[in-house]
């Protein structure tokens, strides 16, 4: 069966310092993976998707960057924190551009201080 | 842009009764909607799905239900439990890849 994982589960940073958010997915091959965030008590604005291996879109400007390393993995950064990235980091796989239910990851509770 | 929305952002129920979401969208070329349940500090479980083609999907103690002439989708628990208490968000698919979330409605089951 599939599984996704996410960590850290919880990050407490400074504003300026860097950030690295890390996802991947078991059990499935070339999936398309997704970076949400939501902020409290909000819904899930799409941060970035990838289809495959390098390849990775950007839905809104942003301080945050992505990348996809391996096809099943999928990092969040950023060089410098604001204290509007704080929120919950959400990674999530889908099995292909036809198939459109995602599953997501446990998350990642990030504070901005 | 066009969005989804939910028509109430909290709804308390008694155990036992049925709970209906509401959710309005309002892109008409989406073909496929998903209901997702998130409760606190987790992240969002599937619950069902509809596509366009249909205006009915059944599942267990769950039925989500399609009305494109309004643009209006909702979701229907029977017999609510209080594991049934979290945030429920509604998702439409424009054609391409990515889901359009609503803002979510909390749920909150009372004994």
């Known amino acids: 069966s599939q599984t996704i994982h996410q960590w850290p589960a919880t990050l407490v940073q400074p504003v300026g310092s860097p950030l690295s958010l890390e996802c991947t997915v078991e059990?499935?091959?070339?999936?398309?993976l997704y970076w949400y965030r939501q902020a409290a008590g909000r819904g899930l604005q799409l941060l970035f998707y990838s289809v495959g291996i390098g390849q990775i879109s950007s839905e809104v400007p942003q301080n945050l960057s992505a990348s996809r390393p391996q096809d099943r993995q999928f990092i969040l950064s950023s060089k410098k924190l604001l204290l509007s990235d704080s929120g919950f980091y959400l990674c999530?796989?889908?099995?292909?551009?036809?198939?459109?239910?995602?599953?997501f990851g446990p998350g990642t509770r990030l504070t901005v201080l | 842009g066009e969005s989804v929305g939910l028509h109430l952002p909290t709804l308390s129920v008694q155990e036992g009764d049925n709970s209906i979401i509401n959710c309005a969208y309002s892109n008409s070329a989406s073909d496929y909607f998903i209901w997702y349940k998130q409760e606190s500090g987790k992240g969002p479980q599937f619950i069902i799905d509809i596509r366009s083609n249909m205006d009915k999907r059944q599942g267990q103690r769950v039925t989500v239900l399609l009305n494109k002439t309004v643009k209006h989708l909702s979701l229907q628990i029977a017999a609510t439990q209080p594991g049934d208490s979290a945030v429920y968000f509604c998702a439409e698919n424009p054609p391409g890849y990515a889901l359009n979330f609503g803002k979510g409605t909390s749920l909150l089951v009372t004994p």
């Open positions: 999530a796989w889908g099995a292909s551009p036809s198939v459109h239910e995602q599953f």
């Open positions: 059990g499935t091959s070339n999936p398309n």
